[in-house]
Structure formats: structure tokens, C-alpha cells
């Protein structure tokens, strides 16, 4: 991942074999990821295998803890007999499980996790034991290149404590636990489903290629099929030229600068000079905190500047921001208040079709603000315009309005681009089969009123 520190830098010779881009030199990170050729929008950059990847808490019991796919009325998942807390949608997973690490951990399990050591560990720092312990318990079939691209990357600047973990009697780890741990403060992921974060992983390739920036042009999302541990896919937001720099996001782009500069440095150990990052340090100091007056009086301008407007066509967002383009007027609309607050509106109207006129309102101004801090394409804009479609739909069904139709249609045409440009993900069904579902219910109603 990020900064660079050629002292420590070991050589990744295959990482970008067979991929449209090519590491090369970079002036202030490590290496960077250059195109070699074209990426089309939604194209695939890099596939990558996990080394070690474990549910959250919150998710224990309702995923696979092999596959990670969800529990569902055809795919019961069945407790392990020997240590009940880990869970298999199938004898094919649990097999592979217990094959790859699970039989070294299964009946040592339980006193393992009510030890002191591991009970006083924070939950981050648990997670990080259990994926230690995959990767020692595994660490035999584990595959040699998978291992030499996790131990090329820089280790985090801030020195990891040393964790409880479980190792096998036999055969012995042959490789560097503590080193692999040093690396993945700054170089793990956060899984999701249909944006919904379910677990943590390491993925070393991704990790060796990919530098960050608030402004990506490319994002990573997981595959789930049975008896495999979750893929990671990386594709691209929007045409990618040769010779540009593919970078994904490790944080929201749409966090306040300061939360944004917090967490990459703290966590990442460098300071972002992204085109975001640039400009919002250089214009929003002199931004007060505005009222509900000011944001008011400056919407339709907003919705003009960002096309955001039902009657418009489809929103159509394929190349980056030029933020200096971003009229004076509307940087109130990029205080660190005003996103929280709206988004928080607009989660409360939504699911009231009482509120709806409310709720169409408010969405379509946070919709304009993502389409100004988000790239094209953003997965996080799909999802809140495919919402904004739910609403204008709900509306309709109850009223008969024709302007909710026309906003429902306006923002399911919105989220389908960008939907197809993100592709399928996590679970059966989710974004792409609802849009699928919603045109359908569409396409009915618009032939019975013909």
C-alpha cells in the first residue's frame, strides 16, 4: 500500500503478471499502478486471492465462515460439533476448512478465546489474532507467492503489540507471523456485500499494487461462490487512459478532510495529496458552519450545477471533478456538518411515505453533494440513488402522482449505469436484481394505464 521506503522494499516479480497495469516508479509512494493499456468503464483491473479472512462478530452464524456467503431458506448453516463457533453452509466448506487450518484450531478453540490474553484484547486486535492463527495453522498449503507479496509490503510505522495466537503442533511455521502482522494495520481490507461490511482480510496482491486517493478510479469488490474463500476484483469507475495511475480507496471519500487526514495517517502513515485533499485544505478553512438559511437559498443552484433534477435525463457522471469549477456558492454545502445531517434526514423521511416529498427533497441534495465528492460511478452514490428510486416508487403506489413515476424512472435509470459499472457482488440478488425488479413493476404499471 502506501508510502514509500525502498530500504525495506523486496522485490514483487509476478504481482502484475497478466494485468493491464505494470508497477513502476513513483515520486513520493513506493510504486505505482500504471495502465499499460485502455481499462474500460466496469472493466476488471486485478483479481485477487486472500490469504486470511474472518466474519466480524456481528456476522458469526448467519455467513460461512469459508465462503462467507449468507445463510438463506436453501443454505442452512451448520454449526462445528467440535468447537461451535465456527459455521458451514456445507460439508464441502467445512471439509476445505478444516483441510486448510481448522483442524489445528478446532478443539483449542474455546479455551483459547476465554484465556486472559485474548479475553483483554480489544475487538480489532481479536480479529487480527484469529486471522494470525489461520495463516499459522495453514501455513503448509499456503501458497509461497501469496506469502512473499504479504511480506513485500511495508510494514505499518507504528510497531503492532504482539498477539495470543494459535499455532500448529505439526508441521512447524515456517513462516514470519509476527512479520505479517506488522503489515496489516496499513494493508487489510474491510469486506463487503452489496455494501454491507461483513468481514476483514488481507489481499496481499491488491495491496501491493494499488496506492489510495479520495478521487479513485477504481474500486474493489468480493465474489462469493461455494467452497472458495471470498475473491477480491478490482474494476474500474470509469475509462481508464494508458499511462494513468490506478488508484482505489482505503477511506470515504465523502469523510471531512480532517477525519480523512486522521485516519490515513494514523493507520496509513502518509499524508494524501489527491486533488480532493488538495483543494478542500486550500478552501474549506475559511467555510463557517452555515444555516439552514444559506443552504437553502443556494439548493437550486446546487441541483442546476450537479444535474440533479428529475426532469433532467439520467445523471451521466463519467469523468473526474474539476473542483475549482465548483462555484463559491456552494462550498457550504461541503462543510464537515452538512452531509451528516442531510444523510440523517434523509434516513428518517425515507422510510415514511407520509414523507416522502420530504424525502425525495432531501436525497436528491445529498445525491448533488456525492456527485461532488465522489467519483464517477461511486458504488455508495448508486446504492443512495437506487433508495431515492425505492422512495419515489412507494410514493406513487400510495398517491398516483405522476411526478413520483417520473422521479422513480429518473433515478432507477441513474442507478442502473452506475450499478453495471460496479457489477455484481457478495450475495445472490442485491442491487442490480432489485433495479431488475423495480423496472418490471414499472413496465407494468405504464402498460396498464395505456
Known amino acids: 500500500m502506501p508510502t514509500s521506503d525502498s530500504a525495506q522494499a523486496i522485490p514483487a516479480t509476478s504481482v502484475d503478471d497478466g494485468l493491464p497495469v505494470k508497477l513502476r516508479e513513483h515520486p513520493t509512494a513506493r510504486n505505482a499502478a500504471i495502465a499499460a493499456d485502455r481499462i474500460p468503464r466496469g472493466g476488471l483491473v486485478c483479481t485477487s486471492t486472500a490469504l486470511s479472512v474472518v466474519l466480524l462478530p456481528d456476522y458469526k452464524g448467519k455467513r460461512c465462515d469459508y465462503c462467507h456467503r449468507s445463510a438463506s431458506a436453501s443454505s442452512h448453516l451448520r454449526k462445528c460439533t467440535g468447537c461451535a463457533a465456527y459455521w458451514y453452509c456445507g460439508t464441502g466448506c467445512q471439509t476445505k ?72 503442533s505439526s508441521p512447524a511455521v515456517d513462516i514470519d507471523i509476527a512479520g505479517i502482522h506488522q503489515r496489516f494495520g496499513n494493508n487489510n481490507f474491510i469486506l463487503h456485500s452489496h455494501l454491507d461490511s461483513y ?120 469523468l473526474e471533478r474539476d473542483y475549482d469549477q465548483i462555484p463559491t456558492e456552494l462550498y457550504p454545502f461541503l462543510h ?48 443512495h440513488t437506487l433508495e431515492l428510486a425505492k422512495v419515489a416508487w412507494n410514493a406513487y403506489i400510495k398517491r398516483d402522482n405522476v411526478h413520483y413515476m417520473r422521479a422513480a424512472v429518473w433515478c432507477l435509470r441513474t442507478a442502473r449505469r452506475m450499478f453495471e459499472t460496479f457489477g455484481r457482488e457478495g450475495d445472490e440478488g442485491g442491487p442490480l436484481a432489485e433495479i431488475e425488479q423495480l423496472q418490471v413493476l414499472m413496465e407494468a404499471e405504464v402498460t396498464s394505464e395505456a
Not at 415514511?352 to 452514490?381: C, F, H, R, S
Request: hydrophobic residues 40%; proline residues 10%.
Open 336 to 383: 464537515e456538518s452538512v452531509l451528516p445531517s442531510y444523510t440523517e434526514a434523509f434516513g428518517e423521511a425515507a422510510g415514511d411515505t407520509e414523507q416522502a416529498d420530504k424525502a425525495l427533497d432531501v436525497g436528491l441534495t445529498v445525491l448533488a453533494m456525492y456527485t461532488l465528492i465522489y467519483p464517477p460511478n461511486y458504488p455508495q452514490t448508486a446504492m
Open 199 to 318: 468481514a476483514h482480510g488481507a489481499y496481499p496482491r491488491t495491496s501491493r499494487l494499488f496506492n489510495h486517493s479520495c478521487v479513485p478510479n477504481a474500486v474493489p469488490r468480493y465474489v462469493l461462490a461455494a467452497e472458495a474463500p471470498p475473491i477480491m476484483e478490482v474494476v474500474a469507475l470509469r475509462d481508464i487512459k494508458p499511462g494513468e495511475e490506478v488508484c482505489i480507496p482505503y477511506t470515504d471519500p465523502a469523510l471531512d478532510i480532517e477525519s480523512r487526514t486522521r485516519g490515513l495517517e494514523g493507520q496509513g502513515g502518509f499524508t494524501c495529496a489527491c486533488k480532493l485533499c488538495t483543494w478542500q485544505r486550500r478552501v474549506m478553512p475559511s467555510v463557517a458552519r452555515p444555516d439552514q438559511e444559506t443552504l437553502a437559498a443556494h439548493r437550486s443552484a446546487l441541483l442546476e450545477f450537479a444535474h440533479c433534477r428529475f426532469e433532467d435525463p439520467p445523471l451521466v457522471q463519467d
Open 97 to 168: 476448512a478444516w483441510a486448510t487450518h481448522h483442524r489445528h484450531i478446532c478443539k483449542r478453540h474455546a479455551r483459547w478465546v476465554a484465556s486472559w490474553d485474548y479475553a483483554r484484547l480489544p475487538q480489532h486486535e481479536r480479529l487480527d489474532a484469529e486471522m494470525l492463527s489461520q495463516i499459522a495453522c495453514g501455513s503448509a498449503r499456503i501458497p509461497k507467492d501469496l506469502i512473499d507479496t504479504m511480506s513485500s509490503l511495508l510494514p505499518s510505522k507504528h510497531p503492532l503489540p504482539t498477539l495470543p495466537i494459535l499455532t500448529p
